[in-house]
Protein backbone atom coordinates (compact mmCIF):
# COMPACT_ATOMS: atom_id res chain seq x y z
CA UNK A 1 0.00 0.00 0.00
CA UNK A 2 1.24 3.44 -0.83
CA UNK A 3 2.58 5.57 1.93
CA UNK A 4 1.32 9.26 2.64
CA UNK A 5 2.19 12.02 3.28
CA UNK A 6 0.33 14.64 5.77
CA UNK A 7 1.50 18.06 5.29
CA UNK A 8 0.50 20.57 7.91
CA UNK A 9 0.23 24.38 5.65
CA UNK A 10 0.34 26.15 9.39
CA UNK A 11 4.36 25.15 9.53
CA UNK A 12 6.26 28.15 7.76
CA UNK A 13 7.86 25.53 4.85
CA UNK A 14 5.82 22.51 3.04
CA UNK A 15 8.19 19.52 3.57
CA UNK A 16 8.61 16.48 1.52
CA UNK A 17 10.43 13.59 1.72
CA UNK A 18 11.74 11.76 -1.24
CA UNK A 19 11.60 8.37 0.67
CA UNK A 20 7.96 9.15 0.98
CA UNK A 21 6.84 9.07 -2.56
CA UNK A 22 6.94 6.35 -3.62
CA UNK A 23 5.09 3.48 -2.87
CA UNK A 24 5.87 -0.65 -3.21
CA UNK A 25 3.43 -2.23 -4.89
CA UNK A 26 4.99 -5.82 -3.95
CA UNK A 27 2.11 -6.22 -1.18
CA UNK A 28 -0.36 -5.35 -4.07
CA UNK A 29 0.34 -8.12 -6.48
CA UNK A 30 -1.68 -10.88 -6.32
CA UNK A 31 -0.77 -14.56 -4.88
CA UNK A 32 -1.77 -16.32 -8.40
CA UNK A 33 0.01 -14.25 -10.44
CA UNK A 34 3.19 -14.51 -8.50
CA UNK A 35 2.50 -18.09 -8.43
CA UNK A 36 2.05 -18.13 -12.45
CA UNK A 37 5.38 -16.48 -12.97
CA UNK A 38 6.84 -19.24 -11.21
CA UNK A 39 4.84 -21.86 -12.12
CA UNK A 40 2.52 -21.21 -14.82
CA UNK A 41 1.43 -24.47 -14.74
CA UNK A 42 -0.01 -24.45 -11.42
CA UNK A 43 -2.35 -22.10 -11.83
CA UNK A 44 -3.56 -22.79 -15.99
CA UNK A 45 -6.83 -22.08 -15.30
CA UNK A 46 -6.30 -18.28 -14.06
CA UNK A 47 -6.57 -16.52 -17.55
CA UNK A 48 -5.54 -13.31 -15.81
CA UNK A 49 -2.58 -14.44 -14.50
CA UNK A 50 -1.57 -16.19 -17.91
CA UNK A 51 -1.91 -13.38 -19.52
CA UNK A 52 0.77 -11.65 -17.41
CA UNK A 53 3.08 -14.49 -17.70
CA UNK A 54 3.21 -14.29 -21.50
CA UNK A 55 3.30 -10.03 -21.48
CA UNK A 56 5.92 -10.28 -18.80
CA UNK A 57 7.93 -13.44 -20.57
CA UNK A 58 10.09 -13.37 -17.25
CA UNK A 59 9.75 -12.89 -13.42
CA UNK A 60 12.53 -10.30 -13.68
CA UNK A 61 10.05 -8.39 -16.28
CA UNK A 62 7.24 -8.75 -14.61
CA UNK A 63 8.82 -7.19 -11.79
CA UNK A 64 10.25 -4.48 -12.98
CA UNK A 65 6.87 -3.33 -14.23
CA UNK A 66 4.78 -3.48 -11.12
CA UNK A 67 7.77 -3.36 -8.43
CA UNK A 68 7.78 1.02 -7.08
CA UNK A 69 11.63 0.55 -6.62
CA UNK A 70 12.75 0.01 -9.90
CA UNK A 71 11.03 3.43 -10.35
CA UNK A 72 12.77 4.79 -7.23
CA UNK A 73 16.23 3.97 -8.72
CA UNK A 74 15.74 5.06 -12.41
CA UNK A 75 13.92 8.60 -11.51
CA UNK A 76 16.00 11.36 -11.87
CA UNK A 77 16.62 14.42 -9.47
CA UNK A 78 15.27 16.83 -11.41
CA UNK A 79 12.35 14.95 -11.63
CA UNK A 80 11.89 14.91 -7.91
CA UNK A 81 12.73 18.13 -7.09
CA UNK A 82 10.33 19.27 -10.21
CA UNK A 83 7.48 17.70 -7.77
CA UNK A 84 8.51 18.74 -4.85
CA UNK A 85 8.54 22.29 -5.74
CA UNK A 86 5.19 21.91 -7.88
CA UNK A 87 4.05 20.63 -4.37
CA UNK A 88 5.53 23.75 -2.27
CA UNK A 89 4.18 26.22 -4.83
CA UNK A 90 0.88 24.57 -4.81
CA UNK A 91 0.63 24.57 -1.30
CA UNK A 92 1.69 28.48 -0.47
CA UNK A 93 -0.88 29.45 -3.23
CA UNK A 94 -3.61 27.62 -1.28
CA UNK A 95 -2.32 29.35 2.50
CA UNK A 96 -1.84 32.65 0.81
CA UNK A 97 -5.60 31.88 -0.66
CA UNK A 98 -7.10 31.44 2.95
CA UNK A 99 -8.22 34.13 4.99
CA UNK A 100 -6.59 34.84 7.93
CA UNK A 101 -8.52 34.45 11.24
CA UNK A 102 -8.61 37.28 13.65
CA UNK A 103 -6.32 36.42 17.24
CA UNK A 104 -9.49 36.32 18.97
CA UNK A 105 -11.27 34.12 17.04
CA UNK A 106 -8.41 31.32 17.37
CA UNK A 107 -8.01 32.35 21.35
CA UNK A 108 -11.99 32.33 21.63
CA UNK A 109 -12.31 28.40 20.17
CA UNK A 110 -9.70 26.99 22.34
CA UNK A 111 -11.25 28.39 25.48
CA UNK A 112 -14.19 26.36 24.14
CA UNK A 113 -12.26 23.46 23.89
CA UNK A 114 -11.10 23.91 27.31
CA UNK A 115 -14.96 24.56 28.23
CA UNK A 116 -15.64 21.47 26.73
CA UNK A 117 -12.73 19.51 28.69
CA UNK A 118 -13.59 20.89 32.28
CA UNK A 119 -17.19 20.06 31.72
CA UNK A 120 -15.95 16.42 31.09
CA UNK A 121 -14.28 16.01 34.43
CA UNK A 122 -17.04 18.17 36.63
CA UNK A 123 -15.31 20.90 36.70
CA UNK A 124 -18.22 23.60 36.37
CA UNK A 125 -15.94 26.78 37.45
CA UNK A 126 -13.62 26.64 35.09
CA UNK A 127 -15.71 25.81 32.48
CA UNK A 128 -17.87 28.92 33.59
CA UNK A 129 -14.92 30.94 33.18
CA UNK A 130 -13.63 29.44 29.62
CA UNK A 131 -17.04 29.87 28.41
CA UNK A 132 -16.67 34.24 30.04
CA UNK A 133 -13.64 34.60 28.44
CA UNK A 134 -14.84 32.66 24.75
CA UNK A 135 -17.94 34.77 24.99
CA UNK A 136 -15.99 38.21 25.10
CA UNK A 137 -13.62 37.44 22.49
CA UNK A 138 -15.66 36.40 19.97
CA UNK A 139 -17.57 39.66 20.79
CA UNK A 140 -14.74 41.60 19.97
CA UNK A 141 -14.25 39.97 16.94
CA UNK A 142 -17.52 40.39 15.37
CA UNK A 143 -17.42 44.29 16.69
CA UNK A 144 -14.11 44.72 15.08
CA UNK A 145 -15.78 43.26 11.60
CA UNK A 146 -19.16 42.20 11.55
CA UNK A 147 -19.04 40.77 8.21
CA UNK A 148 -17.09 37.67 9.62
CA UNK A 149 -18.87 34.72 8.07
CA UNK A 150 -16.75 31.45 7.87
CA UNK A 151 -13.64 32.17 9.21
CA UNK A 152 -10.51 29.27 8.19
CA UNK A 153 -9.42 27.82 11.60
CA UNK A 154 -7.22 24.33 10.90
CA UNK A 155 -6.23 23.58 7.38
CA UNK A 156 -3.95 20.76 6.13
CA UNK A 157 -2.49 18.85 2.89
CA UNK A 158 -2.32 15.48 1.67
CA UNK A 159 0.00 14.22 -0.85
CA UNK A 160 -0.29 10.60 -2.68
CA UNK A 161 2.09 10.71 -5.24
CA UNK A 162 2.14 8.12 -7.92
CA UNK A 163 5.58 7.31 -9.15
CA UNK A 164 4.95 6.19 -12.31
CA UNK A 165 4.06 7.01 -16.19
CA UNK A 166 1.30 7.03 -18.10
CA UNK A 167 2.40 3.79 -19.49
CA UNK A 168 2.44 1.60 -16.29
CA UNK A 169 -0.76 3.20 -14.84
CA UNK A 170 -2.45 1.88 -18.75
CA UNK A 171 -0.44 -1.41 -17.32
CA UNK A 172 -2.04 -1.32 -14.02
CA UNK A 173 -5.41 -0.60 -15.63
CA UNK A 174 -5.63 -3.51 -17.74
CA UNK A 175 -3.84 -5.91 -15.40
CA UNK A 176 -7.18 -5.36 -13.26
CA UNK A 177 -9.48 -6.06 -15.49
CA UNK A 178 -7.56 -9.18 -16.66
CA UNK A 179 -8.18 -9.80 -12.92
CA UNK A 180 -11.63 -8.57 -13.22
CA UNK A 181 -12.91 -10.98 -16.18
CA UNK A 182 -11.55 -14.20 -13.99
CA UNK A 183 -13.33 -12.90 -11.13
CA UNK A 184 -10.93 -12.36 -8.71
CA UNK A 185 -12.04 -9.01 -7.52
CA UNK A 186 -10.10 -8.69 -4.50
CA UNK A 187 -6.61 -9.03 -6.39
CA UNK A 188 -7.67 -6.21 -8.63
CA UNK A 189 -8.67 -4.21 -5.96
CA UNK A 190 -5.70 -4.08 -4.30
CA UNK A 191 -3.22 -2.77 -7.48
CA UNK A 192 -5.73 -0.42 -8.00
CA UNK A 193 -5.32 1.24 -4.73
CA UNK A 194 -2.18 3.12 -5.34
CA UNK A 195 -3.30 4.78 -8.47
CA UNK A 196 -3.93 8.13 -6.80
CA UNK A 197 -1.67 11.07 -7.63
CA UNK A 198 -3.31 14.08 -6.28
CA UNK A 199 -2.92 16.77 -3.50
CA UNK A 200 -6.33 16.24 -0.82
CA UNK A 201 -6.20 20.17 0.73
CA UNK A 202 -8.74 20.52 3.89
CA UNK A 203 -9.45 23.49 5.39
CA UNK A 204 -11.73 23.67 8.96
CA UNK A 205 -14.04 27.01 8.71
CA UNK A 206 -15.80 28.18 11.89
CA UNK A 207 -19.21 29.34 11.44
CA UNK A 208 -19.58 32.54 12.78
CA UNK A 209 -23.35 32.80 12.61
CA UNK A 210 -24.03 29.62 14.89
CA UNK A 211 -20.44 28.99 16.86
CA UNK A 212 -20.48 32.20 19.02
CA UNK A 213 -24.36 32.07 19.69
CA UNK A 214 -23.95 28.42 20.51
CA UNK A 215 -20.64 29.63 22.98
CA UNK A 216 -23.43 32.09 24.49
CA UNK A 217 -26.05 29.54 25.10
CA UNK A 218 -24.04 27.28 26.87
CA UNK A 219 -22.97 29.72 29.47
CA UNK A 220 -26.65 30.62 29.85
CA UNK A 221 -27.22 26.56 30.53
CA UNK A 222 -24.25 26.40 33.06
CA UNK A 223 -25.36 29.32 35.29
CA UNK A 224 -28.56 27.45 35.35
CA UNK A 225 -26.72 24.10 36.81
CA UNK A 226 -27.67 22.27 33.36
CA UNK A 227 -24.12 21.29 32.82
CA UNK A 228 -24.98 18.47 30.50
CA UNK A 229 -27.06 20.81 28.38
CA UNK A 230 -24.36 22.73 27.97
CA UNK A 231 -21.95 20.25 27.19
CA UNK A 232 -24.12 18.81 24.44
CA UNK A 233 -24.78 22.26 22.79
CA UNK A 234 -21.16 23.31 22.66
CA UNK A 235 -20.65 19.33 20.66
CA UNK A 236 -23.24 20.05 18.58
CA UNK A 237 -21.38 23.49 17.79
CA UNK A 238 -18.19 21.59 17.36
CA UNK A 239 -19.79 19.25 14.72
CA UNK A 240 -21.24 22.19 12.72
CA UNK A 241 -17.28 23.62 11.65
CA UNK A 242 -17.70 23.26 7.96
CA UNK A 243 -15.32 21.38 6.49
CA UNK A 244 -14.28 22.24 2.67
CA UNK A 245 -11.92 19.68 0.67
CA UNK A 246 -10.55 20.34 -2.53
CA UNK A 247 -8.47 18.04 -4.55
CA UNK A 248 -5.44 19.33 -7.05
CA UNK A 249 -4.58 16.66 -9.68
CA UNK A 250 -0.88 16.38 -9.77
CA UNK A 251 -0.45 15.25 -12.97
CA UNK A 252 -2.07 18.29 -14.62
CA UNK A 253 -0.14 21.18 -12.09
CA UNK A 254 3.03 18.93 -13.08
CA UNK A 255 2.58 19.23 -17.06
CA UNK A 256 1.72 22.90 -16.29
CA UNK A 257 4.97 22.97 -14.26
CA UNK A 258 7.00 21.60 -17.15
CA UNK A 259 5.60 23.57 -19.67
CA UNK A 260 6.35 26.89 -17.93
CA UNK A 261 9.83 25.44 -17.53
CA UNK A 262 10.24 24.65 -21.10
CA UNK A 263 9.25 28.28 -22.05
CA UNK A 264 12.02 29.76 -19.98
CA UNK A 265 14.74 27.71 -22.24
CA UNK A 266 16.48 29.60 -24.52
CA UNK A 267 15.65 29.44 -28.06
CA UNK A 268 18.78 26.94 -29.05
CA UNK A 269 17.93 24.71 -26.37
CA UNK A 270 15.12 22.69 -28.61
CA UNK A 271 16.08 19.00 -27.50
CA UNK A 272 15.88 19.66 -23.94
CA UNK A 273 12.48 21.97 -24.61
CA UNK A 274 11.24 19.54 -26.57
CA UNK A 275 12.12 16.55 -24.11
CA UNK A 276 9.80 18.65 -21.20
CA UNK A 277 6.91 18.69 -23.46
CA UNK A 278 7.11 15.30 -24.28
CA UNK A 279 6.98 14.72 -20.19
CA UNK A 280 4.13 17.24 -20.08
CA UNK A 281 2.27 15.27 -22.96
CA UNK A 282 2.85 12.25 -20.54
CA UNK A 283 1.84 13.90 -17.63
CA UNK A 284 -1.99 14.80 -19.15
CA UNK A 285 -2.29 11.23 -20.57
CA UNK A 286 -1.44 9.85 -17.12
CA UNK A 287 -3.90 12.55 -15.85
CA UNK A 288 -6.42 10.32 -18.46
CA UNK A 289 -5.84 7.03 -16.95
CA UNK A 290 -5.79 8.32 -13.21
CA UNK A 291 -9.61 9.69 -14.10
CA UNK A 292 -8.45 13.40 -13.02
CA UNK A 293 -9.68 14.36 -16.72
CA UNK A 294 -11.59 12.85 -20.03
CA UNK A 295 -9.83 12.01 -22.74
CA UNK A 296 -12.55 14.13 -25.23
CA UNK A 297 -12.71 16.81 -22.61
CA UNK A 298 -12.16 19.94 -25.06
CA UNK A 299 -9.99 21.46 -22.40
CA UNK A 300 -7.84 18.15 -22.55
CA UNK A 301 -7.73 17.69 -26.08
CA UNK A 302 -6.66 21.75 -26.63
CA UNK A 303 -3.48 21.49 -24.33
CA UNK A 304 -2.49 18.23 -26.13
CA UNK A 305 -2.71 19.75 -29.27
CA UNK A 306 -1.20 23.37 -28.14
CA UNK A 307 1.79 21.18 -27.07
CA UNK A 308 2.37 19.34 -30.25
CA UNK A 309 1.97 22.63 -31.97
CA UNK A 310 5.00 24.17 -29.81
CA UNK A 311 7.12 21.22 -30.71
CA UNK A 312 6.54 21.92 -34.74
CA UNK A 313 7.26 25.63 -34.15
CA UNK A 314 10.61 24.74 -31.72
CA UNK A 315 11.38 22.57 -34.74
CA UNK A 316 10.72 25.29 -37.23
CA UNK A 317 11.41 28.73 -36.49
CA UNK A 318 10.66 28.51 -32.97
CA UNK A 319 8.07 31.22 -33.00
CA UNK A 320 6.49 29.97 -29.52
CA UNK A 321 6.08 33.12 -27.27
CA UNK A 322 2.47 33.60 -28.09
CA UNK A 323 1.92 29.92 -28.20
CA UNK A 324 3.34 29.06 -24.71
CA UNK A 325 1.09 32.53 -23.31
CA UNK A 326 -1.80 30.32 -24.39
CA UNK A 327 -1.14 26.89 -23.18
CA UNK A 328 -0.32 28.40 -19.94
CA UNK A 329 -3.77 30.60 -19.56
CA UNK A 330 -5.48 27.30 -20.63
CA UNK A 331 -3.57 25.07 -17.60
CA UNK A 332 -5.19 28.00 -15.60
CA UNK A 333 -8.63 27.31 -17.09
CA UNK A 334 -8.55 23.62 -16.98
CA UNK A 335 -7.21 23.40 -13.18
CA UNK A 336 -9.64 26.11 -11.99
CA UNK A 337 -12.41 23.66 -13.64
CA UNK A 338 -11.28 20.61 -11.67
CA UNK A 339 -11.11 22.68 -8.60
CA UNK A 340 -14.70 23.58 -8.73
CA UNK A 341 -15.31 20.42 -9.90
CA UNK A 342 -13.71 18.42 -6.73
CA UNK A 343 -14.50 20.89 -3.95
CA UNK A 344 -16.62 19.17 -1.37
CA UNK A 345 -18.25 20.75 1.63
CA UNK A 346 -18.83 18.86 4.73
CA UNK A 347 -20.31 19.47 8.16
Known amino acids: MKKRVILSTV ?22 EERA ?5 SVKGHTAAQAKVEESRSKEE ?29 ADQHRQSLQ ?36 KLFDTALKNNPKLTLVP ?3 AIEVHDFTGDAKLVKHIIKSAQDLLDDYDTQAARAILMPLEDEMVMTT ?25 E ?29 VVEASKLNKKEKEKATKLLDLAQDELEKAVYLGYTKKHAPEYKMLQKEIQNI ?25 SKHEAESTEKKH
Not at 37 to 41: D, K, Q, T, V
Not at 62 to 90: G, I
Not at 122 to 129: F, V
Open 153 to 155: VAD
Open 311 to 335: QKEIKGKNIVAKLYEKIKKDFTSLL
Open 100 to 135: KAPKEIAQALRQTVTALKALQKRDTKTAKDALNKAT
Open 37 to 41: INNPA
Open 11 to 32: LAGVLLSSSALYASYNDSVSKK
Open 204 to 228: QYLPMGMYPLATKEALKELNKGKAK
Open 230 to 258: AFTILVTALNGIVIKTTIVPLPLITAQSL
Open 62 to 90: FMRKMDAKYFQSDAKKEDMQRLKNVVNQE
